[in-house]
């Protein structure tokens, strides 16, 4: 059974900087394009970023020259680097899994997130 766990939310001032991480079991990094989402209050689910097994990355357009995704097979751990933050990032960070090797595919195995929220 795969389990994907969140951690490294919390409070933070704006321009400021959190790193999450996501640790998988039951499966391995080398099978699964890994992902990020988040979901605003009021908001419906975004995509932040995502990594396919071959490591070709992907990032929603708010985000990019902000956010970094990386990923550490060994640990079994995906990452997403927040950088800049800004009171619109405030969401519940998911980390996600799909059932293949590219970002094109469904993601089917999704973690119960981490709350991240930008406030001076």
């Known amino acids: 059974q795969v389990q994907l766990v969140e951690s490294g939310g919390g409070l933070v001032q704006p321009g400021g900087s959190l790193r999450l991480s996501c640790v998988t079991s039951?499966?391995?990094?080398?099978?699964?394009?890994s992902g990020w989402f988040r979901q605003a209050p009021g908001k419906a689910t975004e995509g932040v970023s995502c990594?396919?097994?071959?490591?070709?990355?992907f990032y929603t357009d708010p985000v990019k020259g902000r956010f970094t995704m990386s990923r550490d097979k060994a640990k079994k751990t995906t990452y997403l680097q927040l950088t800049d933050l800004k009171p619109e990032d405030t969401a519940v960070y998911y980390c996600?899994?799909?059932?293949?090797?590219?970002?094109?595919?469904?993601?089917?195995?999704w973690g119960r997130g981490t709350q991240v929220t930008v406030s001076s």
């Open positions: 996600a899994t799909t059932p293949g090797r590219t970002c094109t595919e469904t993601y089917n195995n």
């Open positions: 990594m396919s097994v071959l490591g070709s990355t």
């Open positions: 039951g499966t391995t990094l080398d099978d699964h394009a």
